[in-house]
């Protein structure tokens, strides 16, 4: 029975809304980017750009997504100066679920699922039932716009839990365009790092500004 006629009702059980974004490492981010938007148009709608993060030391990188539809996403992390792991391949249909030992723990948990709930209130009742069972949670974290919980399944994948923290504003999907398209020039020049992709997001800003105030008079 739906509690939204009732807000004193108590919440079901389940609280789950769904997939937030399942989320892949990539060595190729130009070609990722050609392939998801370009080919596939799906649209970029969120970018984090990052100087290291989380529990191990790590590159710099770049975590950007890319909307699939009903509000769910695919993401991907780019970690400047990292190499393939000897012994891996990125050749089409090779597995990467065949990860080398000595492969960076930060690039297996980068391949994880994230799951999506309404608010604070589910999202702690879900890290209550995890720290109650034999899967507490790794980390809470506050991010940009969201705020997620951590934990590793029984098959040490990692999971994700979030809730939105407030909604993105259509500025901040401008700015994952223009951080996108200065990733895609970036990497496929020498020693991508991720002071080069903000310099040459920085230089976009300036040449597109001209014709964002254009087309801004225009709608006046």
Not at 134 to 156: A, C, F, K, L, R
Request: proline content about 8%; hydrophobic content about 35%; glycine content about 6%.
């Amino acid at each position: 029975m739906s509690t939204d006629a009732n807000p004193q009702a108590p919440k079901p059980e389940h609280r789950v809304k769904g997939v937030d974004h399942a989320a892949f490492p990539t060595f190729d981010p130009a070609a990722t980017v050609h392939f998801y938007r370009d080919v596939l148009r799906f649209p970029v709608v969120h970018s984090i750009c990052a100087a290291g993060w989380g529990r191990e030391k790590h590159p710099d990188f770049i975590h950007f997504f890319f909307d699939i539809g009903d509000g769910d996403r695919i993401a991907f992390f780019y970690y400047f100066g990292l190499e393939p792991p000897h012994g891996a391949s990125t050749a089409p249909g090779d597995s990467w679920g065949r990860l080398p030992e000595g492969t960076p723990g930060y690039f297996v948990d980068s391949r994880h699922l994230a799951i999506h709930v309404d608010d604070e209130e589910d999202l702690m009742e879900y890290r209550r039932r995890l720290d109650d069972s034999e899967w507490p949670v790794e980390m809470q974290v506050m991010h940009e716009t969201i705020e997620s919980i951590y934990t590793h399944d029984p098959n040490g994948y990692m999971v994700e839990i979030t809730r939105a923290l407030r909604p993105v504003t259509p500025q901040e999907d401008l700015d994952a365009e223009l951080t996108i398209d200065a990733l895609v020039e970036v990497a496929q020049g020498e020693a991508p790092s991720l002071d080069k992709l903000l310099l040459r997001k920085a230089e976009l800003i300036v040449e597109r500004a001209p014709r964002w105030a254009e087309e801004q008079e225009a709608t006046r």
